[in-house]
């Protein structure tokens, strides 16, 4: 072996160990803060899990006394035909909010929570390119204009993780139609804060630090063996350092509490469900939260939860409870 080489061979040695020990010193920082919990809850996970969804939201809202939620608005559920829209579940989800005095981050776009990720009417599959963009625009117009005035609203989200590319069954990103959307936010209710998110473990958080008032993110850790080993706490207040976004303008919008499956949950053995995520993971994570050093964290899973209640498993749901 030549002396080029060894000495190539040393470096790149070095450099990995260094690497590896910084790493290793991350896990001992914590930036741990109070935290209000919120839930993410989405009509159609109820729908998929067999649930009445109405009754699950009640749920959520008297048992477990949630006072922050984020909630969607399907573009297929409210304009299932061009031009028609039907806001009937999602006013009375607004209503219920604001009878139970909580506050609301509601998503609106093309791209908003839940499989496939992109939400479209039947009908925008008929619709060129540039007719789609305008479909689009005129729903969102339509939809804020809605709820603009309604108590409950707190921030508009617009879309959801739109540049995370590598899940979904979405289009190619396109910023300035994102960019388009916000402005169309902003200009139609300007007293409500708009937010993006972005992927907490597979985003630099550099292309969504300025589009809007709140930078949203997810923290996945049982997506795939090890993960909760990898990546520390400090990883995503380093992230927010870095991006020099005021800490009160990020808040982790999606914080895992169900299993990853490769199939819907409903068609998941219970018994994996329960080895992919169970009580001591979500207390693990709950202690997690608190050392991220952001102040607002919205769990996702809470249909799951009232799910594994009804199958007379009730362990997360009133664990959940001691967080409201």
Same mark, same amino acid.
């Given at each position: #072996?030549?002396? %080029?080489?060894?000495?190539?061979?040393?470096?790149?040695?070095?450099?990995?160990?260094?690497?590896?020990?910084?790493?290793?010193? #991350?896990?001992?920082?914590?930036? $741990?803060?109070?935290?209000?919990?919120?839930?993410?809850?989405? !009509?159609?996970?109820?729908?998929?899990?067999?649930?009445?969804? /109405?009754?699950?939201?009640?749920?959520?809202?008297?048992?477990? %006394? =949630?006072?922050?939620?984020?909630?969607?608005?399907?573009?297929?559920?409210?304009?299932? /035909?061009?031009? %028609?829209?039907?806001?009937?579940?999602?006013?009375?989800? #607004?209503? !219920?909010?604001?009878?139970?005095?909580? +506050?609301?981050?509601?998503?609106?776009?093309?791209?908003?929570?839940?499989?496939? &990720?992109?939400?479209?009417?039947?009908? =925008?599959?008929?619709?060129?390119?540039?007719?789609?963009?305008?479909?689009?625009? @005129?729903?969102?117009?339509?939809?804020?204009?809605?709820?603009?005035?309604?108590?409950?609203?707190?921030?508009? !989200?617009?879309?959801?993780?739109?540049?995370?590319? =590598?899940?979904?069954?979405?289009?190619?990103?396109?910023?300035?139609?994102?960019?388009?959307?916000?402005?169309?936010?902003?200009?139609?209710? *300007?007293?409500?804060?708009?937010? =993006?998110?972005?992927?907490?473990?597979?985003?630099?958080?550099?292309?969504?630090?300025?589009?809007?008032?709140?930078?949203?993110?997810?923290?996945?850790?049982?997506?795939?063996?090890?993960?909760?080993?990898?990546?520390?706490?400090?990883?995503?207040?380093?992230?927010?350092?870095?991006?020099?976004?005021?800490?009160? +303008?990020?808040? $982790?919008?999606?914080?895992?509490?169900?299993?990853?499956?490769? &199939?819907?949950?409903?068609?998941? *053995?219970? %018994?994996?469900?329960?080895?992919?995520?169970?009580?001591?993971?979500?207390?693990?994570?709950?202690?997690?939260?608190?050392?991220?050093?952001?102040?607002?964290?919205?769990?996702?899973?809470?249909?799951?939860?009232?799910? #594994?209640?009804?199958?007379?498993?009730? @362990?997360?749901?009133?664990?959940?409870?001691?967080?409201?």
């Amino acid at each position: #072996m030549n002396k %080029n080489l060894k000495k190539t061979l040393l470096i790149l040695l070095i450099v990995s160990a260094a690497l590896i020990l910084t790493w290793r010193i #991350m896990f001992a920082f914590s930036f $741990v803060t109070d935290v209000t919990y919120g839930v993410n809850f989405s !009509q159609k996970q109820a729908d998929s899990l067999g649930l009445d969804w /109405k009754r699950a939201y009640l749920s959520i809202l008297n048992d477990l %006394n =949630v006072k922050n939620l984020r909630l969607v608005a399907y573009w297929d559920l409210i304009e299932p /035909k061009q031009g %028609n829209f039907n806001f009937a579940d999602l006013d009375w989800q #607004m209503d !219920q909010a604001r009878r139970h005095n909580a +506050k609301v981050i509601l998503a609106i776009g093309q791209r908003v929570p839940r499989w496939p &990720e992109c939400h479209y009417p039947t009908w =925008v599959s008929d619709l060129s390119e540039s007719r789609r963009e305008q479909a689009l625009l @005129a729903y969102i117009q339509t939809v804020v204009e809605h709820f603009k005035n309604d108590p409950a609203l707190e921030i508009w !989200q617009v879309e959801n993780e739109p540049f995370l590319e =590598v899940f979904g069954e979405c289009p190619p990103r396109d910023k300035p139609l994102l960019m388009s959307e916000l402005e169309l936010v902003k200009q139609i209710d *300007p007293d409500h804060p708009t937010m =993006v998110t972005d992927s907490g473990e597979m985003a630099t958080w550099f292309r969504t630090r300025k589009l809007a008032d709140y930078l949203g993110t997810s923290v996945y850790r049982t997506t795939y063996p090890l993960q909760n080993l990898l990546i520390p706490a400090s990883y995503y207040r380093l992230k927010a350092w870095l991006i020099e976004k005021p800490i009160d +303008k990020i808040l $982790v919008s999606e914080f895992q509490a169900e299993p990853w499956s490769s &199939e819907m949950l409903i068609d998941t *053995p219970i %018994n994996l469900q329960k080895r992919n995520f169970n009580l001591d993971k979500f207390i693990d994570d709950i202690k997690f939260s608190q050392k991220l050093g952001f102040s607002r964290v919205y769990w996702w899973g809470a249909e799951w939860w009232y799910w #594994m209640r009804l199958q007379g498993d009730p @362990a997360i749901w009133d664990e959940a409870k001691l967080l409201f």
